[in-house]
Each structure stands twice: as C-alpha cells, then as structure tokens.
C-alpha cells in the first residue's frame, strides 16, 4: 500500500468520529487554561452584575434554538448583510460583550483554538453555578457557524400556548419535560412590559386583565407598565421571578402555582393538563429541579442544528457508508 492509500483509509475511518464528538476535557491538551479563563472572567463580572446568568441563559437558548450551538447569534450584522442580532426576539438579549472578552483572553493564551461557540456554553454553565444553580461538566469541541440570517430565528414567542412552544422544542430534539426544566431559567431576569402588557387590562379583547393573573401582580404590574395603547415608557422591565430574583432555585414553579407567572406562557405551564404535574413536581422538590435544570441545559447545548436523534442517526449512516466505501477501495479486510 501507498503511504497515500494509507492516509485516504485512515482519514475515511476516523473522519465521521472527528466530526461527531465533543468531549469534557475538548481543550485540555491544545488550550490547558481555556475553561479556568472563561471561569475567571465570568466570576469578575458576576462580582459587578448578578444579571449576567439571565443574560447568558437567553443567549445560550438563542443560540442554540437557530442552527446549533454554533455562536451565530454572536455575529455582527454588516452594512449590507443583517444577521441574527437584528431578529426581534434577540433585540433585548445582553453581554454579548462579556463573550467577546473571553475570547479575547483565550486568543492571548492560545490563538485560534477555543470556539465562541464553547464559550457561550462554558459561560452559561459557570454563571448558572455562580447564581446558586446546578454544576455540571460540558463537552466541548464545538465549531463556529458562519451562517447567520435573521429569518432564521424562529425562537417561541411569550404568548405561545405550551403545544405550539413544545413544536419548537420538538422540532430540536428536545421534549416536553425539557421545555418544562428549561423555562425554570425564567427563575432569574427580566421581562419588558411589551412581552405581558397584553395581559393587564384587555385581555384577548374580553376588556379585563387574564383571569389566570393573580390580581394583586395585575395591579402592580399596571402601575409598572400601564397599558397597552398607553404605555408608561418602553424600556421598563420586571423581573420574571420575583421573590428570588438572581438566585437559580425551584421559586419559579412555586410562582406559577400561585398566579404569579409574569408571561403568558409561564401561566400557561401551571394550568396546562400535560406540563402542571411538572410544574408541581419542580415547586416541591428543589434538589430534583437542579439535577434536571443540569440535565436539560446538557441536552440543549448538544444541539448541533438537526434534531439530536436525527444528528445521530445521520453519523450512523455516514458511518455506514465511509465503512462500506473504505471495504470496497481494500481499506478493510
Ligand atoms: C417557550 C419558550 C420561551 C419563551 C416564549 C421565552 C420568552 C422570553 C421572553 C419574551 C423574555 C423577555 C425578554 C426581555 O424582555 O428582554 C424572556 C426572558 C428570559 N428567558 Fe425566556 N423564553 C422561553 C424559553 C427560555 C429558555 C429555554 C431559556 C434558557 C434556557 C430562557 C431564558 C430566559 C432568561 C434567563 C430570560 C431573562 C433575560 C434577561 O434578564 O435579560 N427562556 N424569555
């Protein structure tokens, strides 16, 4: 055999393995510090801001809802060329500039190596540990997208019902209790009053607030915001877990028990038949929403823009047919 024909042999063997796995530890030979620098410098600007685990926990969603896990929402539109930045949902999704400090440090410690896209990942992972929430190891290796068009941000919107949000969710992979654990990040930040004024006074045209509010949040949320057709200011926001506002706990499902989710789909997840006894199994069991909140963010920073069976079933077949073609040229005895 050619040394050549070697090559070819061993590049369609190990290509689809190199292309499929991310692993813990991606860095630990090329980029030794790469997770303790992105650790370092999320503990920094956590010390200053506690909202950066709300911020990087929408980013993280974003991200990985359009194409994968793949930094696209990190891109910037040009003159001629828009990007996902200009979408309407991530119009309110902050610290971009915090991912771009990391990766400014990381290229100062080993250029061209670490991706945004594990960034975002290690990022989110580190500020939900600093806010009190679950910590968990992230496999790594992922690759930036280059592609990035505001029409394909197709993220669920807050006045979805469950069954329309869960296609969304569906549609990556992901399932019904995952939406459920996921949603528990609106345990910390905010929402603009543009996302539930609807809900405070003319409700669905009925000419009072959503019956399924606690009246007391009505009140105070319309003196917040005001109304629909006379908004107070646009920029005034709330936050979406009231009680424990910075801390990633169970509060969050407690509240929407109570009437006291903020969106319409945050209500809607209490009252609806197929997720309530999610809901009330996260408000009584804070240890068991931890390890799923963990469990659902692992899954959902797995996502690699094609369903997660789908991902799989797809390098199983280009397995396949690399293993069929590598036997046929005498690759494989
Ligand atoms: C059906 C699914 C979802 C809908 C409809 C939805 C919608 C929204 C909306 C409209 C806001 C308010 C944004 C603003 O006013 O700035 C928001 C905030 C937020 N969302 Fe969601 N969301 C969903 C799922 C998720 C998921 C899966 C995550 C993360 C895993 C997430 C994390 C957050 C966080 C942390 C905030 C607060 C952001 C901040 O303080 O800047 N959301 N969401």
């Keep these: 055999m050619t040394n050549s024909f070697v090559f070819l042999c061993l590049l369609l063997l190990l290509l689809p393995l190199v292309a499929a796995q991310l692993r813990v530890g991606f860095y630990n030979s090329t980029c030794p510090r790469a997770e303790l620098i992105v650790r370092k410098v999320i503990q920094e600007r956590f010390r200053d801001n506690r909202t950066i685990t709300a911020a990087l926990l929408r980013m993280h969603f974003h991200d990985c809802f359009v194409r994968g896990c793949d930094a696209s929402v990190l891109i910037d539109p040009t003159k001629t060329t828009p990007s996902e930045k200009d979408a309407v949902p991530n119009q309110t999704v902050r610290e971009f500039h915090l991912i771009d400090k990391a990766k400014k440090k990381l290229e ?91 809900r405070l006074s003319d409700f669905e045209g009925t000419g009072k607030p959503d019956p399924t509010m606690d009246p007391a949040l009505v009140s105070n949320l319309f003196s917040l915001c005001g109304t629909q057709s006379r908004p107070l200011k646009h920029d ?68 690699r823009g094609v369903p997660l069976h789908l991902w799989h079933s797809m390098f199983l077949e280009l397995d396949i047919q690399l293993l069929r073609f590598a036997s046929s040229i005498g690759c494989l005895i």
């Excluded at 997208?145 to 505001?150: E, K």
């Excluded at 296609?167 to 996302?195: I, K, N």
């Excluded at 929407?256 to 609806?272: K, T, V, W």
């Design 236 to 303: 005034l926001t709330t936050f979406l877990d009231r009680t424990t506002p910075f801390i990633v706990d169970n509060q969050y499902y407690n509240d929407i028990l109570s009437g006291r989710g903020i969106m319409q789909i945050d209500q809607e997840l209490a009252l609806d038949d197929s997720t309530a006894s999610f809901v009330s199994g996260f408000a009584n069991d804070a240890l068991g929403f931890q390890l799923s909140f963990a469990n659902a963010l692992s899954r959902l920073a797995l996502h």
């Design 108 to 198: 100062a410690a080993c250029p061209g190596i670490v991706s945004c896209a594990d960034i975002i990942t290690l990022a989110t992972r580190d500020s939900v540990a600093l806010a009190g929430g679950p910590n968990y190891s992230v496999p790594t290796g992922r690759r930036d997208g280059l592609i990035s068009d505001p029409n394909l941000v197709d993220v669920p919107g807050p006045t979805f019902s469950v069954s329309e949000a869960l296609q969304s969710f569906t549609a990556v992979g992901l399932t019904l209790f995952d939406m459920v654990t996921l949603l528990g990040a609106h345990t910390v930040g905010v929402a603009h009053c543009d996302f539930f004024q609807d």
